[in-house]
């Protein structure tokens, strides 16, 4: 029993409660509950009662700009205004309106068995509330996700659809308890979320073993035969299944790459599921077998990427599959990850661009493989690589795992990763890293639609990397990252305008006006 007091504070504490709620699914933000994990490297904690949001875009009219920063001195998306100005302060950068490239197709994560596994391991408000923030609209509004297509490195076990020897017909194909239990769920929810279609794409790490040279679903090994024979009209057919499966549970995908890391299967003893591919294997694998399968079981219009493995093998992997027009005419785009880009000059994506302009690049993976929780490196790690796929013709970028455990995992072969989302079960809580808020600059404000402008900056800094859209609704966003210990100082030109900004020491912001 409490005093009248002591009821007067707790009525007082459940109606605040109550408001908060409200207030969030309304859309007002709520500020980043932050947890310090060492000196400069901090998350935004989240659980079932409780979850910071973004603060969403005001109505700007003429003069008016909107500002978001997140920094390695602990500013997560923080939202601030300012003006237009006629004079400049610090280096220019002009917008070239007239001067357009590619369209972005959109930013996500993907669902794998262990993001399902973690989500699963909290309480249901903090499920829900780990989902709004990748894909609802006070989240950072996420339109891709990607699925694997079976098991990979980040399940518990190795599985396929159908693991009965010699069945070409795939009369036992079937999802697994983990596509029902720890995929479907969640894009569902997804699904429900977000104020975009969401555009899922599959991607298979490796064929049942049976279908393959070395009996194997790990290990250097490809599929049994040449393409247009038996095992890989099965495989196709496989494809086929996948889609068909998730329709029943009114899921469609947008896309489909051809193969995870396809170079994966010829490395030896490779110790999670790959399965090789040459560049020419691939070419009339699709030519032959997968391309047809799809356009003869009403999937023309599913968007089929190659490659889906390093930039490195750019433009190489794309003149020898898409040179043939026979391949050529099924295939709508190129997957790149991310991986070695210290060693894969970017310069590769203008000349797979200039070579077949017709067909999108879009990044389909990318993970960090220390797992550090909190560090800023990570974010700006990610900011960077975006921004150079993004002035280099590539039209989204796709991070892997969209939650993880706080070591990183489950991963059967102990691969383990860092997430943007890490999942503490045992408190039944979840971490916002500043990767989280990095993506969450591209995610939240270049909507799929918008469009890459070029722009001019006669003397750059060397620490600054940037790059501006015309948004759908006719805004202009540029997104900034100051990758220097000091602060920069820079205006954006636009037209007879400008906005000075000043980039904080380690900082991302994203710049909007109407």
């Known amino acids: 029993m409490c005093t009248v007091g002591l009821c007067y504070v707790f009525r007082i504490i459940l109606v605040t409660t109550v408001l908060l709620g409200i207030r969030d699914t309304a859309g007002v933000s709520l500020p980043c509950?932050?947890?310090?994990?060492?000196?400069?490297?901090?998350?935004?904690?989240?659980?079932?009662?409780y979850c910071d949001t973004v603060p969403p875009l005001p109505v700007l009219t003429a003069g008016q700009v909107a500002v978001y920063t997140?920094?390695?001195?602990?500013?997560?998306?923080?939202?601030s205004a300012t003006n237009t100005s006629t004079a400049s302060a610090g280096s220019v950068y002009e917008i070239l309106r007239n001067k357009t490239k590619q369209t972005i197709i959109g930013f996500g994560g993907a669902f794998t068995d262990a993001a399902g596994i973690n989500i699963a391991s909290l309480p249901k408000g903090a499920q829900d509330r780990l989902l709004r923030s990748y894909f609802a609209p006070e989240g950072i509004e996420y339109n891709i996700g990607r699925v694997p297509m079976g098991s990979c490195d980040f399940s518990t076990h190795q599985y396929s659809y159908d693991d009965v020897d010699g069945d070409f017909a795939l009369k036992s194909f079937a999802l697994a308890p983990e596509d029902l239990k720890y995929k479907i769920p969640y894009i569902q929810q997804a699904q429900n979320l977000t104020g975009h279609k969401l555009r899922l794409f599959g991607s298979p790490w490796s064929a049942p073993a049976w279908m393959k040279t070395n009996k194997n679903m790990t290990g250097n090994g490809t599929l049994?035969?040449?393409?247009?024979?038996?095992y890989y009209k099965t495989w196709a057919n496989y494809f086929v299944r996948f889609l068909q499966e998730y329709q029943a549970h009114n899921i469609s995908f947008w896309g489909l790459t051809a193969q995870n890391e396809p170079t994966d299967g010829y490395i030896y003893k490779h110790f999670f599921q790959a399965m090789g591919f040459t560049p020419e294997q691939q070419r009339d694998f699709i030519k032959l077998d997968l391309g047809p399968a799809l356009h003869n079981n009403s999937f023309q219009d599913v968007k089929l990427m190659i490659l889906d493995d390093n930039r490195l093998l750019l433009p190489y992997w794309a003149e020898k599959v898409l040179s043939d027009?026979?391949?050529a005419k099924y295939v709508s785009g190129i997957g790149i990850h991310w991986y070695i880009d210290e060693f894969s000059p970017v310069v590769a994506l203008d000349f797979t661009h200039q070579e077949y302009p017709d067909k999108f690049i879009l990044a389909t993976e990318a993970t960090v493989k220390v797992v550090k929780i909190g560090v800023w490196e990570h974010a700006q790690s990610y900011a960077s690589d975006i921004l150079d796929d993004l002035n280099h013709w590539v039209t989204g970028w796709t991070d892997w795992n969209i939650a993880l455990s706080t070591i990183g995992g489950p991963n059967w072969v102990h691969n383990l990763d860092n997430s943007p989302i890490l999942v503490n079960a045992t408190s039944q809580e979840f971490y916002k890293q500043p990767m989280f808020y990095a993506l969450g600059h591209f995610s939240?404000?270049?909507?799929?639609g918008s469009v890459y402008l070029e722009m001019s900056a006669p003397s750059p800094s060397p620490y600054v990397k940037a790059a501006a859209f015309m948004r759908p609704d006719s805004h202009i966003a540029v997104v900034l990252l100051n990758m220097d210990h000091n602060p920069v100082a820079?205006?954006?030109?636009?037209?007879?305008?400008?906005?000075?900004?000043?980039?904080?020491?380690?900082?991302?912001k994203t710049v909007i006006w109407k």
């Open 325 to 327: 027009p026979e391949a």
């Open 33 to 49: 509950n932050a947890r310090s994990f060492g000196t400069g490297n901090s998350v935004c904690v989240c659980n079932a009662t």
């Open 490 to 508: 820079l205006s954006l030109k636009d037209g007879s305008v400008y906005i000075n900004i000043r980039l904080p020491a380690f900082s991302l």
């Open 70 to 79: 997140s920094s390695q001195a602990g500013g997560r998306l923080a939202y």
């Open 444 to 448: 939240k404000f270049l909507p799929p």
């Open 224 to 230: 049994i035969g040449q393409p247009g024979g038996p």
